[in-house]
């Protein structure tokens, strides 16, 4: 997730806590949307093996990790997961992991093109998608760098 738009920039789905799919997504997110500054995860062991670490300094990305228990560091992300699990997951009961992932796919589209501030003022709210769009095009006119892109990111897994 880019901390900046919070939008949702790569994302994969495993039943296992190995690090392989956490890997691949990061590999995503970077042939996608380039190197961050920064990278921040908490310290789950898929996250702090080597296999994790290495692409991270591979890329010159500066790793962050949250403190044990520090679920405000990464409150962005704790909430998107909450939206996830209460919005679509505990009311599904998927038949295969094939089934969860297409059906989790679909909401993370719809996230990213349909989410909603939780205050309730959409008029001052952009979507991320939405959001990205308005950043890139007022990049281009000098106003705002987006983040998530070169030496100004922050993602977030």
């Given amino acids: 997730m880019d901390w900046f738009s919070r939008r949702v920039l790569s994302w994969s789905v495993s039943i296992t806590m190995e690090a392989a799919f956490c890997v691949e997504a990061l590999e995503g997110a970077l042939a996608r949307h380039g190197n961050p500054q920064i990278f921040n995860t908490d310290q789950g062991s898929q ?38 699990k209460y919005e679509e997951v505990y009311l599904r009961a998927y038949d295969s992991v094939d089934e969860a992932r297409a059906s989790l796919s679909r909401y993370i589209h719809f996230y990213k093109r349909a989410s909603q501030h939780p205050s309730g003022h959409l008029e001052k709210f952009l979507s991320p998608s939405r959001h990205e769009s308005d950043s890139v095009t007022a990049r281009g006119h000098g106003r705002m760098e987006r983040a998530g892109h070169g030496a100004e990111g922050l993602f977030r897994c």
Avoid: K, P, Y
Avoid at 61 to 75: E, H, K
């Fill in 47 to 84: 996250f702090t093996c080597h296999s994790f670490t290495d692409v991270l300094v591979e890329h010159q990305i500066a790793i962050s990790m949250d403190g044990r228990g520090s679920w405000r560091d990464n409150v962005f992300l704790e909430r998107f997961w909450r939206s996830v």
